[in-house]
């Protein structure tokens, strides 16, 4: 292995063969399995709470709700709330993914592909396993069709990688300013109840629905919702809208994924 060290960044230059790429394959595979671990920890349910979380969150809602006579349409919620849980835990993940360069292995230094792979992957799967309890309640409770409940999930999945390459962007100030980190909660937060969420955004008006038109949730959402045949505006918000937002976004998520090197060798003392 060959190395380039400057004041800016670090390049190596790698002779690849097959024993080098089942030892890349096995520290990927390390890596998401202990980000796994991880969340299970040591509770009973373990990696089972992956997938009733946002469930939980969903039927929690949805009783409240119904108590206090607002009536919402369970269905439409439960998308809803389904696809912001992991809308929130990618952006999330994205934003604290530097704060661990090795991945657990401390033995040796971790290329930065190794670490963007295993990034990639585990948000595959943890948007997977978010999406299941939710598409077993539409398709078993409420007869979705399978090209809604098919579409639910390559939505999910393309909206968890942007939404982690964008976190990627905003890791290093909330670093420099953790403060910053608990900004991002609120507005987190507050996204949830001005979102399409728990409500189809067809219940917006004025200024909260123009917001909207410009919130890349909201897209997935509605275009999920329409799959399954309920009300939904995705064929009313402005085209062009669309195009713009969501071309900003992929931007900034293929910037957040390609600066991954960048972060490491500026805060990391194990680049």
């Keep these: 292995m060959e190395?380039?060290?400057?004041?800016?960044?670090?390049?190596?230059?790698?002779?690849?063969?097959?024993?080098?790429?089942?030892?890349?394959?096995?520290?990927?595979?390390f890596i998401v399995n202990r980000k796994i671990r991880k969340i299970a920890g040591r509770k009973k349910l373990g990696i089972l709470w992956m997938i009733l979380d946002p469930l939980?969150?969903?039927?929690?809602?949805?009783?409240v709700?119904?108590?206090f006579r607002t009536t919402p349409n369970a269905e439409t919620m439960i998308i809803g709330i389904g696809l912001y849980?992991?809308?929130?835990?990618?952006?999330?993940?994205?934003?604290?993914?530097?704060?661990?360069?090795?991945?657990g292995l401390k033995l040796e230094r971790v290329s930065t592909n190794?670490?963007?792979?295993?990034i990639v992957k585990f948000r595959i799967i943890d948007t997977f396993l978010q999406s299941i309890g939710v598409i077993l309640v539409l398709f078993i409770g409420f007869q979705s069709n399978l090209l809604g409940i098919f579409t639910f999930l390559l939505l999910a999945q393309i909206m968890g990688i942007l939404a982690e390459g964008f976190g990627l962007n905003l890791a290093l100030i909330v670093?420099?300013?953790?403060?910053?980190?608990?900004?991002?909660?609120?507005?987190?937060?507050?996204?949830?109840?001005?979102?399409p969420v728990l409500y189809p955004m067809e219940f917006a008006e004025?200024?909260?629905?123009?917001?909207?038109?410009?919130?890349?949730?909201?897209?997935?959402?509605?275009?999920?919702?329409?799959?399954?045949?309920?009300n939904s505006e995705i064929f009313n918000i402005e085209p062009t809208n669309i195009i713009i937002t969501m071309l900003i976004l992929c931007i900034l998520a293929i910037r957040g994924f390609k600066s991954l090197d960048n972060l490491r060798w500026k805060v990391s003392n194990w680049s």
Excluded: C
């Design 206 to 230: 004025g200024l909260h629905y123009s917001i909207n038109e410009y919130n890349p949730f909201s897209y997935f959402a509605e275009f999920s919702r329409w799959n399954m045949h309920l």
């Design 56 to 63: 939980a969150t969903s039927l929690v809602y949805l009783f």
């Design 3 to 29: 190395r380039d060290i400057n004041s800016k960044k670090l390049t190596e230059k790698i002779k690849k063969d097959k024993i080098f790429n089942n030892l890349q394959q096995s520290r990927v595979e």
């Design 175 to 195: 670093r420099k300013i953790p403060d910053i980190g608990n900004m991002i909660n609120y507005f987190l937060l507050l996204m949830f109840f001005g979102s």
């Design 114 to 118: 190794v670490l963007l792979t295993a």
């Design 85 to 103: 849980k992991i809308f929130q835990s990618s952006i999330k993940s994205g934003v604290n993914a530097i704060s661990d360069f090795s991945g």
């Design 65 to 67: 709700l119904t108590v």
